[in-house]
């Protein structure tokens, strides 16, 4: 069993910047790629970035590429977002999930390939 908890979340104007964290225990972290999910209100849940179990590698949505970074830290088990120029439509509850050991490049945007979620953190941009 996984545990992951968000934390990181709050209420920022239009073009400001927030940096969600990720916790997760109850397995081996460092051997599993992470991502980050959205659902903004009304509409279902949508991809925005993953990461590779070693962080080598990263997949973004085209929403948020050049504006979120994601990255990990295995000694502290945590995955983070760094979201910067935030937009309202960035609005919406982000999730992080428990990947796959075997990084899936272009699908790693697949719901059905991460195991486990965290019960999200809200993210609201005001404009």
């Known amino acids: 069993q996984v545990q992951l908890v968000e934390s990181g979340g709050g209420l920022v104007q239009a073009g400001g910047s927030l940096r969600l964290s990720c916790a997760a225990s109850g397995r081996t972290f460092r051997s599993y790629g992470m991502g980050w999910f959205r659902q903004a209100p009304g509409k279902e849940r949508e991809f925005a970035a993953a990461?590779?179990?070693?962080?080598?590698?990263?997949y973004y949505a085209d929403s948020v590429r050049e504006r979120f970074t994601i990255s990990r830290d295995n000694a502290k088990n945590t995955v983070f977002l760094q979201m910067n120029s935030l937009k309202p439509e960035d609005t919406a509850v982000y999730y992080c999930?428990?990947?796959?050991?075997?990084?899936?490049?272009?699908?790693?945007?697949?719901?059905?390939?991460?195991?486990?979620w965290g019960q999200g953190t809200q993210v609201t941009v005001s404009s």
């Open positions: 999930a428990f990947g796959s050991g075997v990084w899936m490049g272009n699908r790693a945007k697949e719901e059905r390939l991460y195991s486990y």
């Open positions: 990461i590779s179990w070693s962080g080598g590698s990263t």
